[in-house]
């Protein structure tokens, strides 16, 4: 079955402390991209890839990094310069040109902060 | 700047029809995507709109006018697992979503 697999579903961290989320497809989809949603608010782009060792910054990314060293791998670390992390966080990819190049989402990471 | 406009919540009664109307404004214009999503999961795709004109899927339908910017999503035969977030996404010229806060549907018996 292919898809977007996320981990953990559900993360707790402490103030001050790093974390990084999983973000994994076997789509063989080549951009990926990284959200945050808020409670009452829009998706909002943190990050994004088009292509393999190449990644850009989206609205949000202050406080936030990525790596994208193989097609299949888009992992989001959270650093301790976020102010405010506790938030759903979710992970898509696509294939520009595809069809409609419509996003597919992972499951999610919930992330809060204690 | 990059806007898209929807209602915060509606609520509708099961086997009625509901309209979810969304504006948008973008640098550019690759189209209008519908997204489901219910509490606590990833959004899920509906429909997708590029030239103006009613898309049909079943119970769902989308409408685009580019000229207005305007698009709606009419959900029809209401049943309760319709209860979610409908979210409205415009693409923009470089091909990035830029998305809506979404629209609660409450469906009542």
């Known amino acids: 079955d292919g898809g977007i697999t996320q981990s953990p579903k559900y993360l707790f961290r402490k103030e001050g402390q790093n974390v990084t989320l999983s973000c994994e497809q076997n789509l063989n989809h080549d951009a990926m991209y990284w959200y945050r949603q808020d409670p009452g608010q829009g998706l909002r782009l943190i990050y994004y890839s088009q292509i393999v060792n190449d990644f850009q910054k989206g609205d949000i990314a202050e406080g936030y990094s990525v790596s994208r060293e193989k097609k299949e791998s888009f992992p989001l670390t959270v650093t301790s310069a976020q102010k405010n992390p506790t938030a759903f966080y979710l992970c898509?990819?696509?294939?520009?040109?595809?069809?409609?190049?419509?996003?597919?989402f992972g499951p999610g990471t919930r992330l809060t902060v204690l | 700047g990059q806007n898209i406009d929807q209602p915060t919540e509606m609520t509708a009664t099961e086997g009625a029809i509901v309209q979810i109307n969304c504006t948008y404004q973008t640098s550019g214009f690759n189209g209008l995507f519908w997204y489901q999503q219910h509490a606590g999961e990833a959004p899920t795709f509906l429909s997708y709109?590029?030239l103006d004109g009613l898309e049909e899927k079943g119970r769902f339908s989308s409408f685009l006018s580019r000229s207005k910017g305007y698009s709606y999503l009419l959900l029809k035969e209401l049943q309760m697992k319709d209860s979610a977030s409908y979210l409205c996404?415009?693409?923009?010229?470089?091909?990035?979503?830029?998305w809506g806060a979404g629209t609660k549907l409450i469906i009542k018996p």
């Open positions: 898509a990819s696509s294939t520009p040109g595809l069809d409609y190049n419509e996003q597919f």
């Open positions: 996404a415009a693409m923009d010229s470089n091909y990035q979503l830029i």
């Open positions: 709109n590029v």
